[in-house]
């Protein structure tokens, strides 16, 4: 059987689960902090009716906790992880990229952790014009720079 990958900790354990419910989805390509692990669950798929039929989710200080849960959970979808962008790379057309510096907070697929943290470096050089044309595979760790 394989190992799953390991995912970072959150940055404040004892804030897991007081983050407001509403954040971005997925995008801005980079990420500075994991804030939390959700699992959101769904009475019209089989899971427990605690809001009047609406979607309610459980956070997480771990990945590992909530999969568990995920998987033994009716109604319930695979982790998302909920990360703080300080800055970030908006793409407001294909291929047309902005440094965008303000802070948000965004749900994403577990997976895009896979990509590199956020240094000081990290959007300048994506931006440069020097930048290699693999670019967006670097920065998704897809490809070596």
């Known amino acids: 059987m394989a190992t799953p990958p390991e995912y970072p900790a959150v940055c404040n354990p004892n804030r897991v ?6 954040a971005k989805a997925g995008g801005g ?3 500075d902090a ?10 019209e798929r089989g899971a427990q ?4 039929g609406s979607d309610y989710y459980y956070a997480f200080p771990s990945f590992e906790e909530a999969l568990a849960f995920a998987q033994a959970t009716d109604g319930a979808e695979e982790p998302l992880a909920l990360v703080l962008q300080e800055e970030y790379i908006d ?5 047309e990229y ?4 303000e802070r948000r907070v965004a ?5 895009f952790l896979s990509r590199p943290r956020r240094t000081e470096r990290t959007i300048p050089d994506f931006l440069s014009p020097d930048a290699p044309p693999n670019r967006l595979d670097i920065l998704r760790g897809l490809a070596e720079e």
Not at 107 to 111: A, H, K, N, R
């Open 17 to 22: 689960g007081e983050y407001p419910p509403t």
């Open 29 to 31: 390509l980079v990420w």
């Open 34 to 43: 994991v804030l939390e692990y959700r699992v959101w669950c769904h009475p």
């Open 49 to 52: 009716n605690h809001s009047d």
């Open 91 to 95: 793409e407001s057309e294909p291929g």
């Open 98 to 101: 902005a440094h965008v510096r």
């Open 107 to 111: 749900e994403w697929p577990v997976d």
